[in-house]
């Protein structure tokens, strides 16, 4: 496993991160655990407001959905970036954290009425609409208000990048937004220019996850731009915004060949900038939503390995106290992670075993063939560049509660999410009476 961030190995041979042993964080936080090097997130926010938010281009406003909490939110906000909500419940978990509302913006493909009343109630920055349906019915809940909100549309540009086909977004057949090459999104410009109560600032797209070629983020701001040209002529509507989405890729193993935010960002920001004088444009403003290339890099589950049991001649199945239900990826995406032992972290691997979960489910497993040094019970496995898309898509299956989430920095933890009880799991649950006893 590469070490990133803070990660080190300390005299007693044990992982460390944010100057905190990671066999004592087990001992003092239980397992499993997600532990979140806030010193490394600051590091990655601050490059992201570096590269484009500085020079006063481009806005950087955080990927919820990647991994979200309160203190997440506070870190977000103090960092001088935005955010990006995807439901009501990333909205009121950022309001709840005082995230100041001008700086959201909220995406979904089903916004509920409810969503689009709390967003307007709120006052949000700004609401990204995604369909005809949407659009009507905001214009109207804004107009019952007696107010206008900003909006931005989505545009999905016909766009095929080389990742995941479960996490490719941009494409024309999708589910999200207005597509580009048949004419519907300018129809949908043109509509959203004659809503009463609604502002049209600008454009959305988002062209995948997992992104290593800057060149899809390249031509993406190009077709965007030839776009804004389009709409300018035929409707005369000035774009000031363009938002070109997430999906900066990032290291998962040594496969995974990241390019640098300094580079995105110049490629993204000197695209719009030429394109627009070429075209005689007003500059729109550049905004990006990074959320795995936030938080990803920056989380490290802990977990502690249970039996260990050899299928002579076939594979040595190593059973960690977590699994599917706090790292779903290996399962639905195939994804591939790095580990280490964390309290033997200076011995030589000896051997490969496959690391699974505690999950009722054969595909409940986080690592096929990864070399490791001798693995018995007891000891500490550390899964690394889980910041991402972990916490936020785990679940509850086998009635297993959730890992609690540390923020590690200075030597110090600090409980961020709780972990959860059995009286947690049951806490919603009703006996109706005539079950009653
Ligand atoms: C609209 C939108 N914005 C931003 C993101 C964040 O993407 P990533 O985590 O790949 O940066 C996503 C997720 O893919 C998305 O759907
Ligand atoms: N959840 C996905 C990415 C999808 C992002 C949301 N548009 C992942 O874990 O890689």
Redesign the pocket.
């Known amino acids: 496993m590469k070490l990133q961030g803070t990660a080190k190995v300390n005299e007693a041979g044990h992982l460390t991160i944010g100057g905190c042993d990671a066999v004592e964080l087990v001992q003092k936080h239980g397992s499993p655990l997600y532990v979140m090097d806030e010193t490394f997130l600051r590091e990655k926010c601050k490059a992201y407001y570096d590269a484009f938010s500085a020079s006063g281009a481009g806005e950087v406003i955080y990927?919820s959905?990647?991994f979200m909490n309160m203190a997440m939110c506070r870190v977000i906000e103090q960092e001088g970036l935005g955010l990006?909500v995807v439901s009501g419940g990333e909205l009121y978990t950022a309001r709840r954290a005082g995230f100041p509302m001008e700086k959201v913006y909220f995406?979904g493909n089903n916004k509920t009425d409810s969503e689009l009343k709390q967003a307007i109630e709120y006052g949000i920055g700004h609401i990204v609409v995604d369909n005809h349906y949407e659009m009507d019915r905001l214009n109207a809940l804004a107009e019952q208000a007696g107010t206008t909100v900003n909006v931005l549309l989505r545009i999905t540009p016909g766009i095929e990048c080389h990742t995941h086909e479960f996490?490719r977004?941009g494409q024309i057949d999708s589910k999200f937004g207005f597509p580009l090459p048949t004419g519907q999104a300018m129809e949908a410009v043109k509509a959203v220019v004659s809503c009463s109560n609604l502002k049209y600032d600008g454009l959305?797209c988002?062209i995948?996850?997992?992104i290593f070629e800057l060149e899809s983020f390249r031509f993406a701001a190009e077709v965007m731009m030839n776009f804004i040209e389009e709409i300018q002529k035929q409707t005369g509507a000035v774009t000031t915004v363009l938002n070109l989405?997430?999906?900066?890729g990032i290291r998962y193993t040594e496969a995974d060949e990241p390019a640098d935010i300094n580079d995105y960002a110049r490629t993204v920001l000197s695209t719009v900038q030429s394109e627009a004088e070429k075209r005689n444009l007003t500059v729109p403003r550049v905004v990006v939503?990074?959320?795995?290339?936030i938080a990803g890099p920056v989380g490290t589950t802990l977990y502690t390995v249970g039996s260990v049991k050899e299928i002579h001649g076939v594979r040595k199945y190593v059973a960690v106290d977590g699994g599917m239900n706090d790292n779903p990826r290996p399962a639905l995406y195939g994804s591939r992670y790095e580990a280490m032992l964390a309290n033997k972290a200076t011995e030589a691997n000896e051997e490969v075993v496959s690391i699974t979960g505690k999950c009722c489910e054969s595909g409940d497993m986080l690592i096929w063939d990864v070399s490791l040094p001798k693995v018995k019970s007891g000891d500490i496995l550390a899964v690394s560049s889980t910041g991402?898309y972990n916490y936020t898509m785990s679940m509850n299956y086998n009635r297993i509660g959730r890992p609690a989430v540390v923020f590690v920095r200075d030597g110090q933890s600090a409980v961020v999410v709780e972990r959860e009880s059995y009286d947690d799991l049951i806490r919603n649950d009703r006996i109706p009476p005539y079950l009653q006893r």
């Open positions: 990927a959905k990647a990006d995406h996490i977004t959305h988002h995948g996850s997992q989405g997430g999906g900066f939503e990074p959320g795995r290339s991402a």
